[in-house]
């Protein structure tokens, strides 16, 4: 073979497939491996998630509604206080203001229209008096013969002028009902209780007494009508100790005490 025949024969190309691999006997990276659950284990996974969920979320609900309602009950607080300062400016010191002598719904109607509704934002009214029907368009009132309305931040507020001459020189209660017709309508988780009186101003019910927190915590008594004993205390619940029906008048006084956080040992 001359040397031209030798380079054409160099010059050919190999179109030939490669020989196959044989997969037995080599190794696949792994990386190119392909891992898969079975379905068992997705079951098993999930159901373990659920119960943590189950277990966790309730707590963490409950964490974020005292801290919601706390904080709610804190704004209508001020709200009020503002609007009262206010009318104070054009109205003179609420100790002089003029209660009324006629009944008390007409009388709490005319102190709301001259004292406090001029003072407040866009207030609207929800209901009147007490009972069932109040209860579920407003949320709690404070009496039969109380007037119920809306607030901005969402809250609702029952007002009643108090007429009798009392130890305390009450002048108004009022109840907050932080998230209105909805439950569960209960002092000191959604309802929160507020006087305003001649010395102090717009307090919790029961500030006036002084009293320590462990005494909130355990109840104490005192007289807000003359003859008539009462009781401040914020307690989980009635017991055989605790019949009397105002366990939880104080409970707005210890959320106060605790700069309007729900701590651990708060009776919720």
């Known amino acids: 073979m001359n040397i031209l025949?030798?380079?054409?024969?160099s010059s050919r190309v190999d179109f030939?497939?490669?020989e196959k691999p044989d997969c037995r006997t080599h190794s696949v990276p792994f990386a190119m491996t392909k891992v898969a659950f079975t379905l068992a284990e997705v079951l098993i996974t999930l159901g373990i998630i659920g119960v943590v969920a189950a277990i966790t979320m309730p707590a963490l609900i409950a964490k974020y509604q005292k801290k919601v309602f706390a904080n709610r009950a804190k704004q209508a607080y001020s709200i009020l206080a503002q609007a009262i300062k206010l009318s104070e400016v054009q109205n003179g010191e609420a100790k002089d203001w003029v209660l009324g002598n006629n009944t008390a719904l007409e009388n709490t109607e005319r102190f709301l229209n001259q004292y406090i509704l001029p003072y407040l934002n866009s207030p609207k009214l929800c209901g009147i008096g007490g009972g069932e029907a109040v209860l579920k368009k407003c949320g709690m009132p404070v009496s039969a013969n109380g007037i119920s309305y809306f607030l901005t931040n969402g809250s609702t507020v029952s007002?009643?002028?108090?007429q009798i001459s009392t130890t305390i020189g009450a002048i108004s209660f009022m109840i907050v009902d932080v998230n209105g017709k909805a439950g569960p309508n209960i002092q000191?988780?959604?309802a929160f209780y507020f006087v305003l009186t001649t010395e102090n101003g717009l307090v919790p019910y029961g500030a006036w007494t002084q009293p320590t927190r462990e005494q909130v915590l355990d109840g104490?008594?005192?007289t807000v009508n003359p003859?008539?004993?009462?009781l401040i205390s914020c307690k989980k619940s009635k017991n055989e100790e605790n019949e009397n029906e105002l366990y939880r008048h104080g409970c707005t006084l210890l959320l106060m005490m605790d700069g309007w956080e729900i701590k651990d040992d708060y009776p919720w």
């Open 5 to 9: 025949e030798e380079q054409r024969v």
């Open 16 to 18: 030939s497939l490669p």
């Open 159 to 162: 007002i009643v002028v108090h």
């Open 188 to 190: 000191g988780k959604d």
């Open 220 to 222: 104490i008594n005192f």
């Open 227 to 230: 003859g008539r004993p009462e």
